[in-house]
């Protein structure tokens, strides 16, 4: 057995689980301190994520009439593996990564999984609110893939192109060539891809402005209206470790130089955090939520034509 499941590679599984669950959440901490300062508030301390997930796992679930049991159960387990398993793919320092051909691409699904999650769990609750929750995440899965989808291929052809093939899609290829050129974020054109990726960041990740598919104020948080306990839990797991993954991805894409083993974790971590800050939580603090028919026009007009340039121009200089 030990040659079908190695116990490093368990080992690394396990490392990267416990870090995805426990920065991720952090994360979240720092992200809610910062909007709160920034709003001349107290705010909550940064452990108010972990004991609100610790709170959860203890209440009771409760099931509406109308729900379709086994989706409505189901779907947040498979949301936190989708994340978990995420997780592993990134070449994080401190352990080895999951080796998968093609991990960009892998990624790409898996990042796809939460917004499905989503849908599903409000098409399942049998609330109305669900329902138009469901309506908004898929328009807006629509409107943000294509230019996410531009951003990662064009890392990939850039690469793949400057190493004598015509795509690389394995992240530590990817990683590899920067440490021995340089980082990516210094090339210039590079720099439509990392605006178009820091474009998508917000509504990927369902934080204002593109929060429209929960907006509290509007559907009272749409298809999670009616979670409670350990299923609300594991989307809110969910959620704060796609956070995580898109981040560190981001980081990976275009910074990825530093030291190895724990130092490398440390420094990996404290750019995760810069990133989020500029690129999320800054932006969710200045802006209003937009309304779905604004965000779809807003990725079909700027992100979508400046990520297709970026790729022509790859394609045509590199």
């Known amino acids: ?17 416990f870090f995805g669950v426990a920065f991720s959440l952090l994360l979240k901490g720092v992200d809610r301190k910062l909007i709160a300062r920034l709003q001349a508030r107290q705010g909550p301390p940064l452990v108010q994520p972990f004991y609100d997930v610790s709170k959860l796992l203890q209440k009771q679930i409760l099931i509406p009439n109308d729900a379709h049991e086994p989706l409505f159960l189901g779907v947040p387990l498979i949301g936190v593996a989708s994340m978990v398993l995420a997780v592993c793919l990134l070449p994080i320092p401190g352990w080895s990564s999951l080796s998968i051909g093609g991990d960009l ?26 329902s138009l929750g469901f309506s908004r995440e898929m328009s807006l899965i629509l409107a943000y893939e294509g230019p996410l989808l531009f951003a990662l291929t064009s890392v990939a052809v ?15 290829e990817i990683v ?20 178009t990726y820091l474009a998508c960041l ?108 970026g790729l022509i121009a790859i394609i045509t200089f590199v």
């Open 1 to 17: 057995m030990s040659g079908y499941f190695p116990i490093e590679a368990i080992a690394s599984v396990l490392a990267a689980s």
């Open 105 to 130: 691409l892998v990624l790409l699904y898996l990042l796809a999984v939460p917004g499905i999650v989503i849908m599903l769990a409000g098409s399942s609750s049998g609330s109305v609110y669900g």
């Open 158 to 172: 850039f690469v793949g192109q400057s190493t004598g093939s015509f795509a690389v899609f394995s992240l530590s």
């Open 176 to 195: 590899a060539y920067q440490k021995a050129n340089g980082p990516l974020l210094l090339e210039p054109l590079m720099w439509p891809a990392l605006l």
């Open 202 to 309: 917000p509504a990927t990740l369902g934080v204002g402005p593109f929060d429209i598919a929960e907006a509290e104020t509007e559907i009272l948080e749409g298809p999670l209206i009616e979670y409670s306990g350990p299923p609300l839990a594991y989307l809110q797991l969910m959620q704060a470790m796609q956070r995580l993954v898109v981040l560190v991805l981001g980081v990976v894409l275009f910074i990825p130089n530093g030291p190895d083993g724990i130092l490398g974790l440390i420094v990996m971590m404290g750019k995760t955090t810069l990133f989020a800050m500029v690129a999320i939580t800054l932006l969710r603090a200045s802006m209003g939520r937009m309304r779905i028919d604004q965000a779809f026009g807003f990725f079909f007009t700027w992100p979508e034509a400046l990520g297709l340039l």
